[in-house]
């Protein structure tokens, strides 16, 4: 499996963006499937996690309620909506698809990851 994150960017506080993830050379209809994130010198941090059919779905405690994750297995592609954007959500986001289907937090869980999409949130 290939994947491919789009849609980062440059906003302001409290702005939004839609993160994008498609997959190739195979579907991931099976995976589970995530979206971590790494600030400069920090480590990769969770952020979402969706099951193989979008029926669980977890949030790193720092971006519920403004983040939301979704999937249409039909295009092979993962979402994730970015709102209430923080300076802090500054970091480069990684999509990634896991051995499994279960949702998972872990990253050792996930075994192909994309190339990273940077998201800059201004004060």
């Known amino acids: 499996v290939q994947l491919q994150a789009s849609g980062g960017g440059m906003v302001q506080a409290g702005g939004s963006l839609r993160l994008s993830c498609a997959a190739s050379?195979?579907?991931?209809?099976?995976?589970?499937m995530g979206w971590f994130r790494q600030a400069p010198g920090q480590e990769r941090e969770f952020v979402a996690t969706i099951s193989w059919n979008g029926g669980r779905i977890d949030y790193a405690d720092s971006v519920k309620g403004r983040f939301t994750i979704s999937r249409d297995n039909a295009k092979s592609t993962v979402s994730l909506q970015l709102s209430s954007l923080k300076p802090e959500d500054t970091a480069l986001y990684y999509c990634a698809a896991a051995y499994k289907s279960f949702a998972s937090a872990d990253s050792t869980q996930y075994r192909y990851w994309g190339q990273g999409t940077q998201v800059t949130v201004s004060s």
């Open positions: 050379r195979r579907t991931i209809g099976n995976n589970a």
